[in-house]
């Protein structure tokens, strides 16, 4: 099962949306505050739609509460679009933390100088980043292929 953790996450849409590719693909969400928008936002359960009751999913108050119940810190993947290496050339295992930023700066300084795993999305120069949602299912994906998905 993998483990993918939204840093104060912006947009309840976004979120929703992880929530439910997290039940499609049998992921937990972990979530951590502060959050841009309140946990029962209309918008976030409209866009997980009825599965939200089924997503399995940890609310921690910061980051140090999140790591504190990471057990391999090794195995624990940030995002960035500064990194040099891309997810496409990473191995990935069951268990492995994907760990994304909020929407309008990514992850901050403190946070990516916490782990050495950064990784990128690779993208076409003329934007500057991919929605949340669709980054988190570009990696989903390639570590459910690389794991086997087995639902």
């Not at 959050?35 to 029962?40: D, K, L, S, T, V």
């Amino acid at each position: 099962m993998l483990n993918i953790v939204l840093v104060e996450p912006e947009i309840p849409n976004n979120t929703g949306n992880i929530g439910r590719l997290c039940v499609g693909t049998e992921s937990r969400l972990h979530l951590i505050h502060p959050f841009g928008f309140i946990i029962n936002d209309k918008n976030l359960k409209r866009s997980g739609l009825d599965y939200w009751v089924h997503l399995d999913v940890t609310e921690y108050e910061n980051v140090d509460e999140w790591m504190s119940v990471i057990p391999d810190l090794s195995r624990v993947f940030l995002m960035s679009s500064h990194a040099e290496k891309s997810y496409l050339e990473t191995d990935f295992q069951d268990g492995d933390w994907l760990v994304f930023g909020k929407e309008s700066v990514g992850l901050s300084k403190d946070v990516l100088g916490r782990f050495e795993n950064h990784l990128t999305i690779p993208m076409s120069k003329l934007i500057r980043s991919f929605n949340i949602a669709n980054s988190v299912a570009f990696v989903v994906g390639e570590a459910k292929r690389q794991i086997g998905l087995k639902i």
